[in-house]
Nanobody, 121 residues
Framework: QVQLVESGGGLVQPGGSLRLSCAAS????????IGWFRQAPGKEREGVSC????????YYSDSVKGRFTISRDGRRRTVYLQMNGLKPEDTAVYHC??????????????WGQGAQVTVSS
């Protein structure tokens, strides 16, 4: 059974940083790609980043490229999303999710309850 639990959200000023964590079951890390998508009120769901389970290959949406970094710690069974240079338009609920692959148009197969990120002065 795949279990994903996010933490690390909060309120930050524009230009600030946050790090999200996703505690994942071992099965999820071994057999799936894992990534983050975000959902803001009135906006479409956006996949922002993804990393393969068995290879250190990562993908980022154009809106976060150069500012966000995804990483995984297999020993701690945790996936991280380091977010720097945050902008008000980054405000959303961020969900950790599993995917079959990290290709554009990927579909979430499992996801957590999400962590609220608010960027405001």
């Amino acid at each position: 059974q795949v279990q994903l639990v996010e933490s690390g959200g909060g309120l930050v000023q524009p230009g600030g940083s946050l790090r999200l964590s996703c505690a994942a079951s071992a099965f999820a890390l071994d057999y799936y790609a894992i990534g983050w998508f975000r959902q803001a009120p009135g906006k479409e769901r956006e996949g922002v980043s993804c990393i393969y389970g068995r290879e250190p290959i990562t993908y980022y949406s154009d809106s976060v490229k150069g500012r966000f970094t995804i990483s995984r710690d297999g020993r701690r069974r945790t996936v991280y999303l380091q977010m720097n240079g945050l902008k008000p338009e980054d405000t959303a609920v961020y969900h950790c999710a599993t995917y079959v692959d990290c290709l554009p148009g990927r579909i979430e197969t499992n996801w957590g309850q999400g962590a609220q990120v608010t960027v405001s002065s």
